[in-house]
């Protein structure tokens, strides 16, 4: 049997022809399937503006620079996240420091970020922009964030791109009720793709405006924004310093074709998460814990490996998986703990939830096209992989 991987694109014939339409057209790069993937993307998640990027990576760098990141600013967010939630900090000559998470969700603890904050108010170290990270797909408690950021002064920007699709008290994730901006990602193993690609959604007008600069090298067409008087009707004018961040037409009809069938995803994902967590229950393994408000997109689904229970190790679980061809993964290597963050100062220990968590969690395989055969056979291989 072919390797089952943890994550995968679901690719249909109407994603084929939707590329093949723009092939033949007169725009391959940023055109009018842009502003339908923006428009449709905003309208999706209940944001007032998208605007598309290159990556998910792309999207948190310009976000952060519209947010006001610089030398001599802060970025706070969660370690246990791809390391780019952290870097784009980095990008913009800013700093990072964490926020621990929550042993029983991966997401960031709202009260490691209450007793910080109150540490950094004293200390007159605030941050200036947190990055909460939706891991797995489930939403971090945005409303407590949200009020804890405007008591502090401290603008919110989602890494959301686990979260398509999922909601937060009825509402879907990247409505940006509790944050100024949200950010997606493309990718192929994220549940929407445009091959690569990414976004940031946001309600505010001056900041569309501004992202929008940020991912074209900083450049205006509109005589409005000039410093100075055009030239002629083909003036340009580059006002910032900005980025070739722009996503092509082709990637954009890929991404519209996605998006029409992202509830089929969800739907599909939510009953594989259901079926795991039956299937599960006898097992010496815990699955993430899923507050009540909260329906998760279920980019991921990772699990708890007890160790003391079960008498074998993370390690030796993943290698049987990997040998009986379940590719699993590990998410996420500590962010803090990497050699460029170990460099900047900080220390195995600094974060030891997130620790902890990396230490026995696993990412089972989940995306729509795994069938009900191959599932079977991933809770079979997981039983024997437990009980060595
Ligand atoms: C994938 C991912 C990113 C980066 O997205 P790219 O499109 O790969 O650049 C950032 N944050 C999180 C949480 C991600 O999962």
Redesign the pocket.
């Given at each position: 049997m072919k390797k089952i991987p943890y994550g995968r694109q679901s690719i249909s014939d109407g994603d084929r022809a939707a590329v093949d339409g723009v092939l033949q057209s007169d725009w391959l790069t940023q055109g009018p399937k842009v502003d339908e993937f923006e428009a449709t993307l905003a309208r999706a998640v209940g944001a007032r503006y998208a605007v598309s990027v290159t990556?998910?990576?792309?999207?948190?760098h310009i976000a952060a620079l519209a947010a006001g990141i610089g030398p001599g600013k802060t970025v706070w967010t969660s370690p246990n996240?791809?390391v780019?939630?952290a870097a784009c900090a980095f990008y913009c000559g800013g700093e990072v420091d964490f926020v621990d998470v929550d042993p029983s969700d991966g997401n960031l603890s709202v009260e490691a970020l209450r007793s910080k904050l109150e540490d950094a108010d004293k200390a007159g170290r605030l941050p200036d922009v947190l990055i909460p990270?939706?891991?797995a797909g489930h939403s971090c408690d945005m409303a407590p964030i949200g009020e804890l950021a405007a008591q502090y002064g401290v603008k919110v920007v989602e890494?959301a791109?686990?979260a398509i699709g999922g909601t937060y008290r009825g509402e879907p994730v990247g409505n940006c009720r509790y944050s100024d901006m949200a950010?997606f990602?493309?990718?192929p193993?994220?549940n929407v793709t445009t091959g690569?690609?990414?976004a940031i959604t946001t309600n505010s007008e001056s900041l569309w405006r501004k992202l929008r600069l940020l991912r074209n090298h900083g450049i205006t067409r509109e005589e409005d924004l000039m410093e100075t008087a055009p030239d002629g009707p083909w003036s340009y004018q580059q006002i910032d310093l900005g980025f070739n961040y722009r996503l092509t037409d082709i990637q954009a009809a890929l991404g519209l074709s996605q998006l029409e069938r992202l509830s089929t995803f969800v739907a599909r994902r939510s009953e594989i998460a259901a079926r795991y967590d039956r299937s599960l229950e006898a097992l010496p393994v815990r699955p993430l814990r899923r507050r009540a408000d909260t329906a998760s997109a279920y980019?991921l689904y990772p699990v708890a490996i007890d160790e003391r229970r079960c008498g074998t190790s993370r390690l030796d679980v993943y290698n049987a998986l990997q040998d009986m061809g379940v590719g699993v993964q590990v998410h996420y290597i500590p962010v803090h703990t990497q050699p460029l963050f170990q460099r900047k100062g900080f220390r195995r220990g600094d974060f030891p939830q997130a620790e902890a968590f990396y230490r026995n969690t696993i990412s089972l395989p989940v995306y729509p096209d795994l069938d009900d055969r191959q599932q079977s056979y991933v809770i079979e291989c997981l039983g024997r992989a437990l009980a060595p």
């Amino acid at each position: 049997m072919k390797k089952i991987p943890y994550g995968r694109q679901s690719i249909s014939d109407g994603d084929r022809a939707a590329v093949d339409g723009v092939l033949q057209s007169d725009w391959l790069t940023q055109g009018p399937k842009v502003d339908e993937f923006e428009a449709t993307l905003a309208r999706a998640v209940g944001a007032r503006y998208a605007v598309s990027v290159t990556s998910g990576t792309a999207a948190l760098h310009i976000a952060a620079l519209a947010a006001g990141i610089g030398p001599g600013k802060t970025v706070w967010t969660s370690p246990n996240t791809f390391v780019a939630s952290a870097a784009c900090a980095f990008y913009c000559g800013g700093e990072v420091d964490f926020v621990d998470v929550d042993p029983s969700d991966g997401n960031l603890s709202v009260e490691a970020l209450r007793s910080k904050l109150e540490d950094a108010d004293k200390a007159g170290r605030l941050p200036d922009v947190l990055i909460p990270v939706h891991y797995a797909g489930h939403s971090c408690d945005m409303a407590p964030i949200g009020e804890l950021a405007a008591q502090y002064g401290v603008k919110v920007v989602e890494d959301a791109c686990h979260a398509i699709g999922g909601t937060y008290r009825g509402e879907p994730v990247g409505n940006c009720r509790y944050s100024d901006m949200a950010i997606f990602s493309f990718h192929p193993v994220k549940n929407v793709t445009t091959g690569e690609g990414g976004a940031i959604t946001t309600n505010s007008e001056s900041l569309w405006r501004k992202l929008r600069l940020l991912r074209n090298h900083g450049i205006t067409r509109e005589e409005d924004l000039m410093e100075t008087a055009p030239d002629g009707p083909w003036s340009y004018q580059q006002i910032d310093l900005g980025f070739n961040y722009r996503l092509t037409d082709i990637q954009a009809a890929l991404g519209l074709s996605q998006l029409e069938r992202l509830s089929t995803f969800v739907a599909r994902r939510s009953e594989i998460a259901a079926r795991y967590d039956r299937s599960l229950e006898a097992l010496p393994v815990r699955p993430l814990r899923r507050r009540a408000d909260t329906a998760s997109a279920y980019h991921l689904y990772p699990v708890a490996i007890d160790e003391r229970r079960c008498g074998t190790s993370r390690l030796d679980v993943y290698n049987a998986l990997q040998d009986m061809g379940v590719g699993v993964q590990v998410h996420y290597i500590p962010v803090h703990t990497q050699p460029l963050f170990q460099r900047k100062g900080f220390r195995r220990g600094d974060f030891p939830q997130a620790e902890a968590f990396y230490r026995n969690t696993i990412s089972l395989p989940v995306y729509p096209d795994l069938d009900d055969r191959q599932q079977s056979y991933v809770i079979e291989c997981l039983g024997r992989a437990l009980a060595p």
